[in-house]
Structures are given as structure tokens and as C-alpha cells.
């Protein structure tokens, strides 16, 4: 991973931006008259296919493919499944929808960087 500011803000911008998209795509779609269990699979799908596109048609050409994808589909589909659970329990506001994507966005992004940083310490590794 490149390790400057433009990429760095790059990463928690994209994966922000990812979350927030799926989670209100699934804050628009589901209701508490969903299963949890069905809006939840749903959800995982329709976030990653979210987060797909906004990566392909805005995000790879600034910040590179392979860095961009993985995050930025994690992100869609934990953000989604979690507003899409969350969804169906109780009346959602819009702002926590959004707040719930955001979080998870950043989370993932901490968690990629973790394991990548994980991964380059291990021996024989270059």
C-alpha cells in the first residue's frame, strides 16, 4: 500500500463514501415488515453491488484499482447488512443510517490497514 497522504485520504474517503451509499440504499429499501434474516442477505448483496459501482465509475481511476476494490466492497456489504438488520427491528432515522455506514466505512478501512500491515511483517514476505 502507498504510504502518502493523497492514498491514506483516499482510502477513508472511498470506503466513508461507500458505506455511506449502501447504508441509505438499504435505509430506502428496507422497513420492520422485512425479515431480518432476508433483509440481511439482501443487504450484504445490494451493498456490495453498491459499493461495485461507485468504485468502478468514480473511485479506481483516482485511487487505483486493487487498493480500492476490496475495501470498498467490504464496506458496502457490512454497512448494508448492518443498516439492513437494523432496519428491520426498529423505525431508523436517515442520519443514523448514514452515521452506520460512515463508522463502518472507517472501521473497515482500520481493519484492511491491520491486516496489511499484519501480512507485511510476516517472514519471507518482501
Known amino acids: 500500500m ?3 497522504w493523497y492514498f ?3 482510502d477513508l474517503f472511498s470506503n466513508a463514501l461507500c458505506g455511506l451509499l449502501a447504508a441509505l440504499s438499504c435505509f430506502y429499501l428496507f ?3 422485512w425479515s431480518m434474516f432476508i433483509a440481511m442477505i439482501l443487504a450484504m448483496l445490494l451493498g456490495m453491488a453498491v459499493a ?3 468504485a468502478l465509475l468514480f473511485l479506481m481511476r483516482f485511487f487505483g484499482a486493487m487498493e480500492i476494490m476490496l ?3 467490504v464496506t458496502g456489504m ?3 447488512m448492518i443498516v439492513g438488520m437494523r432496519a428491520t427491528m426498529a423505525e431508523l432515522s436517515q442520519m443514523d443510517a448514514c452515521l ?3 463508522i463502518s466505512g472507517l472501521a473497515v478501512t482500520g481493519f484492511c490497514w491491520a491486516a496489511n500491515e499484519h501480512i507485511q511483517r510476516q517472514p519471507g514476505h518482501d
Open 78 to 80: 457490512v454497512a448494508s
Open 8 to 10: 491514506t485520504l483516499g
Open 100 to 102: 452506520y455506514g460512515m
Open 2 to 4: 502507498p504510504r502518502n
Open 71 to 73: 475495501p470498498t466492497m
Open 52 to 54: 461495485m459501482l461507485a
Open 31 to 33: 422497513d420492520t415488515s
